[in-house]
């Protein structure tokens, strides 16, 4: 005799797709906000700083190619995730309008960019491998 547990099967693959997704948007999350910790410029007075009053010129601010520097947190304490509600999808971002002109460079100011999110995924890799790559059954 052949038992079908199909619908609980299915729920038990759709949960566990859920939490995996939670898992890696958290994962990936963190990783972004780790990357946009690095401290910039504020002055003791809280004026931005570009390092010159230390004889340093621009030792604060970010190159070309690199995440941004941690100036006011703004842009760190934005980065969250979500979930689709029924789909298995999750996505990291934020909602402030100068993250995607940072991220991606904005060529109307000569903005290069300061890549932070996809520097996040791509050292997030090895460890959404691991969270995805566990057995469900």
């Not at 004026?47 to 621009?58: T, W």
């Not at 789909?87 to 309008?97: D, F, K, S, W």
């Amino acid at each position: 005799m052949l038992l079908w547990h199909g619908k609980k099967i299915t729920f038990k693959i759709k949960k566990a797709s859920r939490e995996r997704i939670k898992e890696g948007c958290q994962l990936v999350e963190a990783e972004t906000k780790a990357l946009l910790n690095l401290k910039g410029g504020r002055t003791e007075s809280g004026g931005i700083s570009d390092g010159k009053e230390l004889g340093l010129i621009n030792s604060y601010r970010s190159k070309p190619g690199e995440p941004p520097r941690h100036q006011t947190g703004d842009l760190m304490g934005s980065v969250t995730y979500e979930l689709a509600p029924v789909l298995p999808i999750g996505r990291v971002g934020t909602n402030l309008e100068y993250a995607r002109a940072l991220e991606l460079g904005y060529e109307p100011r000569n903005l290069k960019p300061r890549p932070y999110l996809r520097p996040a995924l791509y050292n997030s890799a090895g460890a959404l491998r691991a969270i995805f790559g566990r057995r469900v059954i």
